[in-house]
Nanobody, 118 residues
């Protein structure tokens, strides 16, 4: 089970940190990722993180503004989002992969809504 939290409403330029708590599987054996889906659009990859936390992948749209990290002791993955833009508004999902940070992803959590006002 993956439980995402930390979403809300912020103004453009502000920051927000999302958390995703994992349970029911061996967290340290899985790569983790964040995805998002805006209204009327397909779900898109945002960021991925290897088991060790050493390899990180980002979509071009968030590179340099977002940072993914994990705490294996707490079975939690984070997404730090800085300099948020209105186009970042979406439902954000965390996911777990047995293969690696670029997927495919096997477990999905429910989303947490992020809304960025201009």
């Amino acid at each position: 089970q993956l439980q995402a939290s930390g979403g809300g409403l912020v103004q453009a330029g502000e920051s927000m940190r999302l958390s995703c708590a994992a349970s029911g599987f061996t967290f340290r054996n899985y790569a983790m990722g964040w995805f998002r889906q805006a209204p009327g659009k397909e779900r898109e990859f945002v960021a991925g993180l290897s088991l060790s936390g050493n390899m990180k992948h980002y979509s071009d749209s968030v590179k340099g503004r977002f940072a993914i990290s994990r705490d294996n002791a707490k079975n939690t993955v984070f997404l730090q989002m800085d300099n948020l833009k209105p186009e970042d508004t979406a439902l954000y999902y965390c996911a777990a992969s047995r293969r690696g940070a670029t997927g495919p992803y096997h477990y999905w959590g429910q989303g947490t809504q992020v809304t960025v006002s201009s």
